[in-house]
């Protein structure tokens, strides 16, 4: 029964959290681990934020933060995602899942491993199927988005971000300096390209175009320069703050159709 798969995703930022979404959605059992101190930027749809606050709520699914494997079990039970500050991984062992996602997308691979769990899914580039992990799932915007690759790896990272409303860098805040980040505004904001929104290290962080804030780091974190603090929908629209992006839920779509795959072939059962 898939009821009873137990899915665990290393990291919880937004599009692991449209992951997250749709596994449990579908009725999977799901455990995220974080590191210590997340360096998410959509905040508000990011279930790495229970770190943070204790828990989280996205679209009617909560995380909360799990204070140990037997916390982590009783969240389980309750129909809640954990959030596990496991940043190494070292306690996948313990928790036997049948599939392990890594979705840090870090754009290479911090550790794991294809005999960490019956099925590993690598999620954006970093990864190759069939090598280090059994299967990717493509991150990048366009015609690809999604798609199931077991064999080979996702499209190379541009390093510029995908077009929305015909806006692609500028709309990307990004760290002058190594420094904490200060906020100065709130997710849900409307700026205006030239507005400060932020400092790292003293250094101001600006609006390169103007819209709604739809992401912006926690304060007190520490970045290293050039790190993604902030994001600018010129769209406007609030609500789109609080909704798990198209390019999410494709993610998760993607992941879906990689493990009912899998299931179809290995867990007859």
């Given at each position: 029964?898939?009821?009873?798969?137990?899915?665990?995703?290393?990291?919880?930022?937004?599009?692991?959290?449209?992951?997250?979404?749709?596994?449990?959605?579908?009725?999977?059992?799901?455990?995220?681990?974080?590191?210590?101190?997340?360096?998410?930027?959509?905040?508000?749809?990011?279930?790495?934020?229970?770190?943070?606050?204790?828990?989280?709520?996205?679209?009617?699914?909560?995380?909360?933060?799990?204070?140990?494997?037997?916390?982590?079990?009783?969240?389980?039970?309750?129909?809640?995602?954990?959030?596990?500050?496991?940043?190494?991984?070292?306690?996948?062992?313990?928790?036997?899942?049948?599939?392990?996602?890594?979705?840090?997308?870090?754009?290479?691979?911090?550790?794991?491993?294809?005999?960490?769990?019956p099925l590993v899914?690598?999620?954006?580039?970093?990864?190759?199927?069939?090598?280090?992990?059994?299967?990717?799932?493509?991150?990048?915007?366009?015609?690809?988005?999604?798609?199931?690759?077991?064999?080979?790896?996702?499209?190379?990272?541009?390093?510029?971000?995908?077009?929305?409303?015909?806006?692609?860098?500028?709309?990307?805040?990004?760290?002058?300096?190594?420094?904490?980040?200060?906020?100065?505004?709130?997710?849900?904001?409307?700026?205006?390209?030239?507005?400060?929104?932020?400092?790292?290290?003293?250094?101001?962080?600006?609006?390169?175009?103007?819209?709604?804030?739809?992401?912006?780091?926690?304060?007190?974190?520490?970045?290293?320069?050039?790190?993604?603090?902030?994001?600018?929908?010129?769209r406007g629209a609030?609500?789109?703050?609080?909704?798990?992006?198209?390019?999410?839920?494709?993610?998760?779509?993607?992941?879906?159709?990689?493990?009912?795959?899998?299931?179809?072939?290995?867990?007859?059962?």
């Open positions: 029964m898939l009821k009873n798969r137990l899915i665990v995703i290393r990291g919880g930022g937004d599009l692991a959290s449209g992951i997250a979404y749709r596994l449990l959605k579908t009725g999977f059992q799901v455990i995220i681990l974080e590191r210590e101190q997340p360096i998410h930027v959509r905040r508000l749809v990011s279930f790495a934020q229970a770190v943070y606050n204790g828990e989280m709520l996205i679209e009617g699914i909560r995380s909360i933060k799990a204070e140990s494997l037997n916390h982590l079990r009783e969240i389980l039970a309750e129909g809640h995602i954990p959030v596990l500050v496991n940043e190494s991984g070292n306690s996948i062992p313990e928790l036997q899942p049948d599939v392990v996602i890594d979705a840090i997308l870090a754009k290479r691979n911090l550790g794991t491993l294809k005999d960490m769990a899914i690598g999620v954006g580039p970093g990864f190759e199927a069939g090598m280090d992990v059994d299967v990717v799932i493509e991150t990048k915007r366009g015609h690809f988005l999604g798609r199931v690759i077991w064999s080979g790896t996702a499209e190379k990272n541009t390093g510029i971000p995908g077009s929305v409303n015909g806006v692609t860098s500028r709309r990307v805040l990004r760290a002058a300096t190594d420094g904490v980040v200060e906020p100065l505004k709130h997710v849900g904001d409307m700026v205006e390209e030239g507005e400060l929104v932020a400092r790292v290290a003293g250094q101001n962080a600006r609006a390169l175009a103007s819209g709604v804030i739809r992401g912006l780091i926690n304060a007190g974190v520490h970045v290293p320069q050039g790190l993604k603090i902030g994001d600018i929908d010129p609030l609500q789109y703050c609080e909704m798990i992006s198209d390019k999410a839920l494709a993610v998760g779509g993607g992941v879906l159709e990689a493990i009912l795959s899998f299931n179809r072939v290995c867990w007859k059962k």
